[in-house]
Structures are given as structure tokens and as C-alpha cells.
């Protein structure tokens, strides 16, 4: 019997990560250098994205960069890219399912409670949470199952009465690892990639509602 619903944050609730795709696809540019989306998908999920960033494009410049300048620039025009962007499609009707439902809510994600809890605040959709789990106060973070497993301790279920929400190959690996039933929601930065450990895929969260979800999933040995 499925108690929880457990969702990232980045590319999942709000495309953060395309956004801030192309805010450094812009830095780049103006070094007169590019980086592609099949590269930056491999870093989706992962902390660390905007060093990754940086050394990539000091290889490819073959010197260093001035980094406090070259992130000065970089966070204007996320911040510029941002201010528009809405919760994803079907987040809401998510939310509102598990609700109706009945169902546990936490948040897992690999940012820090600032970025992730401080954007759901921002949204008014923090009182749909009962646990907020992210990177603050852990150990490791995914592809490791580890905020996964604080999640469901805090929520009080076990993994096979869980269902994750992810949308990247490494939250797709932690949750699987943690004992999770996971859907995938691919985002546009993630769509080309291979997902080996989740039981579900969707193209976006209005495709199927939550109660056919739980049936589907369940429904898979």
C-alpha cells in the first residue's frame, strides 16, 4: 500500500536546471565558446554543476577564468531567465492528488534547503510538505540513497510504500536504491536520457493521474 509521494526539486517542480543551462550556454558564448545539452545532461542531478561548469569552459579557453566576475554574469542572466518561469505542468494536480488521497509528502532533493525550500516557499506550495529533506545535515547526497532513506525515516513508511518523482538517471538510481518506486518526469535537459531504474516514465505529470500511477507501479514485479 503506497503511504508517500516523495519529489525532487531541480527539473522536476520547476525547470531550474534548463534555465540554468542556458544561462551558462550564454557565459559561454560570450567567451566565444558553446557547450551543448547532450554534455550538460550528464551533470543533471548532480551537486557541484556550476564548478563543473567553470572547468569545462577553463579547458576549453585553455586558461583560467575569473571566476567571480564570469558568476556574476552567469547568475544575472539566470536570474533574468527565472523571473518567468512557472511550476511545471501537473505539479499542482500532483500535489492536490496526494492530498486528496491521503498520502505523506516530502521533499528529497540534493540542493540546499535555501535553494529548493526557499523557490517552494516562493511558489506557495509549501504547505502541501510534510518533510523537507535535502542536502543540509546529510552525508552524501544521490546518486547515494541516502536523502531518500532520511525521507522515508521522517515520514515514517518504507520504500515499498513510497513512490519518487525524479527526472534525472542519478535521483532515478537513489531512489530505486533506497527501496522506492520510481517514475521519472524527464526534463528538457534529461529527455535523451536512459533511465535503467525506474518503473515508470512520463512526459510530463498530466499524463496520468496519481491513483493511476500507484496502480501502475505497484502493478510491476
Sequence with gaps: MIKAVLFD????????ETTEFHSFRQLYRSYGQDIGIEEWSGWAGAVGVREKACLRLEE???????REEAMQ???RMYGELIAGQQLLPGVIDMLEDAKRIGLKIALASSATSEWAVGYIRQYGIDHYFDVFQTRDGVGRVKPDPEIYLRALDRLGVSGHEAIAFEDSPIGSQAATAAGIHCVVV????TKGCVFNHAKLRL???LDMRLEQIIASVTAVA
Design 73 to 75: 554574469v552567469q547568475q
Design 203 to 205: 512526459n510530463c505529470m
Design 9 to 16: 526539486f531541480d527539473g522536476l517542480l520547476l525547470d531550474t
Design 186 to 189: 524527464p526534463s528538457a535537459i
Design 60 to 66: 576549453l579557453l585553455g586558461e583560467p577564468l575569473a
